[in-house]
């Protein structure tokens, strides 16, 4: 049965007068509305920038220790050089490629002094384009020290800092960017300095190459205290 028209006015003019009543909170919540809107779009821009330079990365994201997509380029002597590869949302990345640039970000691995071999194993390991992520934990300059992550399997990933570390391929280090006296800086720097201990107990890599060179050099010593006996006892005895 259709509503009688005298209870339908009065349920408008109520309904009018708890809008005028409430004028300033519904402004209020419009006013909310529209600015939760405009953080969300920045929020959204600024997750879809590509970054092609340490610097373009906002200070937040290196102290929060925001974890990046990107793709190798290539390894050098100085680190990965690792394109940024941004959250994908349709209209917004439609409209950023227009005036994004090109370039790639050079990335090293903190907490680890790479060692020649080092490099050389990264070359003949990682692929080119290979998928990584890269956490970051400091910027010096043009590069970032992250924790660079990296498939194995369908399931696993690899974190390359370990890796290299276990392998014998570098030495532990301080981890530039990240306050010293941090829970996270411990936290990290205790799981490098352990798989640097896997290598070392095993000698494998540089610590293979370290003792044996500490045996050469005892040997070349001992040789030297012999011979220098030798002349003692013959000095000794033509005396």
Not at 53 to 60: G, N, R, W
Not at 146 to 175: D, P, T, Y
Request: proline share 4%; aromatic share 6%.
């Amino acid at each position: 049965m259709a509503e009688p028209p005298g209870r339908l006015g009065q349920g408008l003019a109520r309904l009018s007068e708890w809008a005028d009543a409430h004028l300033g909170l519904l402004r209020g919540l419009s006013a909310g509305a529209a600015v939760a809107a405009v953080l969300l779009l920045a929020r959204s821009v600024r997750l879809t920038t590509k970054f092609t330079s340490a610097l373009d990365i906002p200070v937040e994201f290196v102290e929060k220790n925001v974890k990046l997509r990107g793709k190798l380029h290539r390894v050098t002597e100085q680190g990965l050089e690792v394109e940024h590869i941004p959250i994908t949302i349709p209209f917004i990345t439609a409209i950023q490629r227009k005036w994004q640039s090109e370039g790639v970000l050079l990335v090293r691995l903190a907490g680890v002094e790479v060692a020649p071999s080092g490099t050389a194993w990264l070359q003949r390991e990682l692929s080119p384009r290979q998928p990584m992520w890269f956490q970051l934990l400091g910027r010096e300059g043009s590069a970032l020290e992250c924790l660079v992550l990296v498939n194995k399997g369908r399931f696993l990933s690899m974190c390359l800092n370990e890796e290299l570390l276990s392998q014998g391929l570098g030495r532990a280090a301080r981890i530039e960017g990240l306050p010293h006296e941090s829970r996270l800086y411990w936290k990290l720097h205790k799981r490098l300095l352990r798989a640097e201990l896997k290598a070392l107990k095993k000698n494998k890599g540089i610590w293979k190459e370290e003792k044996k060179s500490e045996r050469i050099r005892d040997h070349i010593s001992s040789s030297k205290f012999v011979q220098r006996l030798k002349q003692f006892v013959s000095w000794f005895r033509g005396s």
